[in-house]
Each structure stands twice: as structure tokens, then as C-alpha cells.
């Protein structure tokens, strides 16, 4: 099952030049260069161990955990199933504070019982088995920000991750009815379709 991530870096660069003009009325003139050093706040992010810095956009694989069901074949999708992708992000190598924005696409049109549903946040600190808060999405759009602390002089923003939840859904208001979830699947099937999901991630610099 192919899951795509398109990101879109923003990368933000400063110059800085300065002038210096001396005068004298002595006879004797002396000149001298001064030299104006500055250190560049460091940018990079690393999407699932890539690093996407020197790119406008970038792809990459997401490899998607299909919950166990007993009615149905492992690592398979149908009716009912469940499931979730990581997105790891690793921004400890940024000085500067920034927003994130990911958008998520089901591409396959007819499925609109597909659906994401809920995301959580993982520390670096999580160990797979850990109960975690989950966060319902109501629109396929979820955002956060990340400040800098300039009062710790060793400070270091922390690799997360962000983990998706999608699911088939079947229940009260559902779209699509017993038929059409047997056509799509079975169609899917046959021509080997593929399910998709693509997440588009921004990253920008908070000004």
C-alpha cells in the first residue's frame, strides 16, 4: 500500500552588510577593514529520517500499520478496518521557531467511507504499547507551532512524531452502503488498486 508525503520547505536567508567610513585631518592616514561576524540560524528538518532542506519538495514512502481483525486477512483493507502511519519529525537541528501544516488527500474518490479520523502526538519517549491521547480531526487538516526557547542557552527542539488514524468506516451515516463497499473492494482487488492517502507537509518560519 503506497503512501505518499509531498513536503514544501520554506527557507528562509538573511544578508547583512555593513559599512564603515573613517575620517581624519591628520596628514598621516591609516585604514583598516572591519570584519562584521554573524552565525546563521541552522535550518533543517528531517521527514522520517529524509532530510528535505535543500528541496522545494520532496517525497517519501509512509508505511501504514493495518490493525489486526479477525474477519479479515492480515495487512489488508476492507470494511471496518483500522489503521495508522507515522509521521517523524526531527527538527533538532532548527534555531529557529516555525508552524507545521499537513493536509491529507484520499485519493481514491470513490471510497468516501475512507476516512482519517484522529492523530496523536509521540515524544521521543514513546514506547509502542503506551496509552496516548488522541486528538479527533473534523477537517483533513491538522496544525501545530514550535517556539524556541532563547532562555536556555542549550536548548534543542525534541524528534516527534506524529501518528495518523484512518479507518473504513462502517456505522450510522455512513456513505456508501453493503453493495457499494463489495463493488469498490472488489474492483480494488481485481485491477489492483492501490489506496492512497497523500499528506502534504508545510513547514514555515515564525517571523
Do not use: H
Not at 3 to 28: D, E, G, H, P, Q
Not at 36 to 48: E, R, T
Not at 177 to 190: K, L, P, W
Request: proline residues 4%; without cysteine.
Amino acid at each position: 500500500m503506497l503512501k505518499k508525503v509531498k513536503i514544501l520547505l520554506v527557507i528562509i536567508s538573511l544578508a547583512v552588510t555593513l559599512s564603515l567610513m573613517s575620517n581624519t585631518y591628520s596628514r598621516y592616514v591609516a585604514g583598516t577593514v572591519g570584519n562584521l561576524d554573524m552565525v546563521f540560524a541552522k535550518w533543517q528538518i528531517l521527514v522520517n529520517d529524509t532530510d528535505i532542506t535543500n528541496n522545494t519538495s520532496s517525497s517519501i514512502n509512509l508505511v501504514p500499520v493495518i490493525e489486526e481483525n479477525s474477519n479479515v486477512k492480515s495487512n489488508t483493507v476492507a470494511p471496518s478496518t483500522k489503521g495508522y502511519f507515522d509521521i517523524e519529525i526531527d527538527p533538532s537541528n532548527a534555531d529557529v521557531s516555525f508552524q507545521y501544516q499537513i493536509q491529507f488527500q484520499v485519493e481514491n474518490e470513490n471510497m468516501p467511507d475512507l476516512m482519517i479520523t484522529k492523530y496523536s502526538i509521540l515524544d521521543e519517549n514513546y514506547q509502542e504499547g503506551d496509552e496516548v491521547e488522541t486528538i479527533p480531526l473534523e477537517s483533513n487538516q491538522l496544525e501545530g507551532s514550535l517556539t524556541y526557547d532563547n532562555s536556555d542557552p542549550a536548548f534543542q527542539f525534541k524528534p516527534f512524531t506524529i501518528r495518523v488514524y484512518f479507518e473504513w468506516y462502517e456505522g450510522e451515516n455512513e456513505s456508501m452502503n453493503d453493495e457499494a463497499d463489495s463493488q469498490i473492494g472488489s474492483q480494488a482487488a481485481e485491477e489492483d488498486i492501490p489506496l492512497e492517502i497523500t499528506s502534504t507537509i508545510t513547514f514555515e518560519q515564525e517571523i
